[in-house]
């Protein structure tokens, strides 16, 4: 009686494993979403970082559920993006960063702006979001490699938005170096970097003035180039920084 127990149960647990394999039997996804976040005055890509503190792309599928859980897709530092490995389906979706916010809700929960887009993604799907930056970080000439083997860097920090709902004070504006093209706040030598933080509204009087920040640390070892990008924020939200683009200097 034992042994015709044991194989009825041995009999149940392999059908529940072919079982379990038909149900798992799915194509990996493949399918692929790319585009770009640019700023609506200046038609350029919003430049930010990479990982975790920088632009990201929010994906809703709304194919199967009205309440699907969000899944996240990190842009690229030139504020690009390209993913390859989504399911086919229709998704509503928006882009956070260092810009007003496409998808804004009042005190109490309602939506009260929302120009995310809804599309169908299948093969290779493209996608552009047009937004107003915080702020526009401008380069003035080229950063300058100086006799005492630092490097100098001159800019103009201006508002890339007239909505005076994102328009707190500045309170980061920082020169960053690295010994590869991938810098910024998540990515910097903190031996060279120059890095100033404001209080109150000191930050923002430095709004539109030509500003120029020279590396830290003395003379910068030679025979080698360097890569500098200057960031600034507001004190809003997660305080995402906006960029400039990435100077590189060679040191003799």
């Known amino acids: 009686m034992k042994k015709i127990l044991y194989i009825i149960a041995m009999s149940m647990i392999v059908g529940a494993g072919s079982s379990c394999k038909k149900i798992d039997n799915y194509e990996a996804p493949s399918e692929t979403l790319t585009g770009s976040v640019v700023d609506a005055g200046t038609g350029a890509s919003v430049q930010t970082e990479t990982g975790g503190n920088g632009t990201r792309i929010k994906l809703l599928e709304i194919s199967w559920s009205s309440n699907p859980t969000p899944f996240y897709i990190n842009s690229m530092q030139d504020g690009t993006f390209n993913y390859t490995k989504l399911f086919a389906g229709k998704n509503k979706i928006s882009a956070e960063g260092a810009f007003v916010p496409l998808v804004q809700t ?147």
């Open 106 to 252: 009042d005190a109490a929960g309602a939506t009260i702006v929302d120009k995310s887009q809804t599309v169908d993604i299948k093969g290779t799907t493209q996608i552009k979001f047009t937004v107003e930056p915080f702020l526009r970080i401008q380069w003035i000439g080229e950063p300058v490699y100086n006799a005492d083997g630092t490097i100098s860097a001159t800019f103009k920090v201006v508002r890339g938005t007239t909505d005076a709902s994102f328009q707190q004070d500045v309170s980061d504006i920082n020169l960053y170096v690295n010994a590869t093209k991938y810098v910024g706040n998540n990515n910097y030598d903190n031996r060279y970097s120059a890095r100033v933080s404001y209080g109150g509204t000191d930050g923002t009087t430095k709004i539109g003035q030509t500003l120029t920040l020279t590396t830290i640390g003395g003379a910068l070892p030679g025979k080698r180039s360097y890569f500098l990008r200057v960031g600034a924020r507001i004190n809003y939200g997660l305080k995402y920084y906006n960029y400039t683009d990435v100077k590189t200097v060679v040191v003799p």
